[in-house]
């Protein structure tokens, strides 16, 4: 059954349109200004000269029958796969450091090469970009550049390295 | 007195006969009456035959009979095959209701073109004032709403040195300082690790924007790859895998 629908020409779309208009202008607009940079500083801004700390740990994982370094137990990440191929990990070194916004620290690595970590920018959802590399001293031998987004406190990992008959596994954090 | 000639004055005067008297010096002839019998019968024969030659070409009597023959042929093929159609095609005619499914069609059309008290819905003024009020208001939520969420994502790329008028021309740290390694301890992310309370309310525990993503990543001379695991709130850890050829110790 078809059903027709009457309707009579009226007159309050238009101002009804209008209204709508001018509160999408005016929301947009209030949204606008409370942006951070246009006058109202962000929640979560740092000033430059806040350093932020941070660790760099570097851990030789093998797929040979071995051991599980207990200090490591608590990453949850490298129970997971790929890295529980791995059989035998273990902790070679773990660095502290700390990073200001644009500043750079080198981290050595058992195999001669350095992690340069830099933190490049603060964002105002209080994430870190932070630039990574990892070459040997004025050299890019192995990973020219790497920037991440990370929130304080979670890591993130560069592996593949090859030490001692095993895998380097290097993992970079910082917190706020 | 003149004989009035059997064609008729445009019968032709050429010489039928390069020999002896032309047709026309017969003519004069026949006209004077000094023609013999035999020669006025001989004129007569040949103006005869010059007429038909003038008319109209020579017709072939068996060819005439042999073209209409084939006509006649042609004809019974013709009418045959006629019949041929008619007998396949009169049933399925005869089966198809044309004039009774032409009338049902254009029943129907009626029928559903013709609104009644049965299939109008009469709209009430309150619900159209309603709908027509609603309808563009809720367009412009929409638009806001998703004004906002431009506004807010691009919060996310802008930077706090912008905010705080930090040019991005600050000089680097000339010579990096090399961190030196801490005596077995902790591990990664157990005593010195900040709990998620201390992380902004922006990016809280077990949020799907927690977590580490790459933005770039170059790769050098090495075949690479990059991918994510899970950390313990199961937010996205961005893992590097750079295949390495060269073991340096």
């Given at each position: 059954m078809k059903h027709w629908i009457k309707c009579s020409p009226t007159n309050t779309a238009v101002p009804t349109l209008v209204a709508s208009a001018v509160f999408m202008v005016f929301s947009a607009s209030?949204?606008?200004?409370?942006?951070?940079?246009?006058?109202?500083?962000?929640?979560?801004?740092?000033?430059r000269a806040t350093a932020h700390t941070g660790e760099v740990v570097v851990i030789l994982a093998k797929e040979e029958?071995?051991?599980?370094?207990?200090?490591?137990?608590?990453?949850?990440?490298?129970?997971?796969?790929?890295?529980?191929s791995f059989r035998s990990l273990s902790r070679l070194s773990r660095s502290e450091i700390q990073l200001g916004v644009g500043q750079e620290q080198d981290v050595l690595l058992p195999n001669g090469r350095r992690v340069r970590l830099k933190l490049e920018q603060v964002l105002p959802n209080g994430k870190l970009r932070i630039r990574a590399s990892i070459n040997r001293p004025d050299k890019k031998d192995y990973l020219p550049l790497l920037q991440v987004v990370a929130t304080p406190g979670d890591p993130f990992f560069v592996v593949g390295q090859s030490h001692q008959g095993g895998t380097l596994i290097v993992g970079i954090k910082v917190t706020p | 007195m003149n004989k009035a000639h059997p064609t008729g004055p445009s019968h032709p005067t050429g010489p039928s006969h390069p020999t002896g008297p032309s047709h026309g010096e017969q003519l004069l002839r026949w006209n004077r009456g000094e023609l013999s019998a035999e020669e006025e019968q001989a004129f007569l024969e040949e103006d005869n035959r010059l007429q038909e030659q003038f008319d109209a070409p020579p017709v072939d009597a068996h060819s005439v009979e042999s073209s209409r023959a084939v006509s006649d042929d042609a004809l019974r093929n013709l009418n045959g095959l006629n019949e041929a159609l008619q007998q396949a095609l009169l049933p399925s005619e005869q089966e198809l209701p044309t004039e009774e499914l032409w009338a049902r069609i254009q029943t129907g059309i009626r029928q559903s073109v013709q609104p009644g008290p049965d299939n109008v819905v009469e709209l009430h003024s309150t619900r159209r004032k309603v709908i027509l009020r609603w309808v563009p208001a809720a367009s412009g939520l929409a638009m806001a709403a998703a004004a906002m969420f431009v506004l807010v994502h691009f919060d996310g790329e802008s930077t706090v040195e912008d905010s705080v008028g930090i040019s991005a021309s600050t000089p680097p740290v000339a010579t990096p300082p090399v961190?030196?390694?801490?005596?077995?301890?902790?591990?990664?992310?157990?005593?010195?690790?900040?709990?998620?309370?201390?992380?902004?309310?922006?990016?809280?525990?077990?949020?799907?924007?927690?977590g580490t993503t790459v933005e770039e990543v170059d790769f050098g001379h090495h075949a690479g790859t990059v991918f994510a695991v899970a950390g313990d709130h199961g937010q996205p850890l961005a893992v590097v895998w750079l295949s390495d050829e060269e073991e340096l110790l």
């Open positions: 209030t949204l606008a200004a409370a942006q951070p940079g246009n006058g109202s500083p962000p929640v979560n801004a740092s000033p029958a071995g051991t599980v370094d207990p200090t490591l137990a608590s990453m949850t990440a490298l129970r997971r796969p790929p890295f529980d | 961190a030196t390694p801490l005596v077995e301890g902790a591990a990664l992310g157990s005593a010195q690790e900040p709990t998620h309370e201390e992380a902004p309310a922006a990016v809280a525990a077990g949020s799907p924007q927690d």
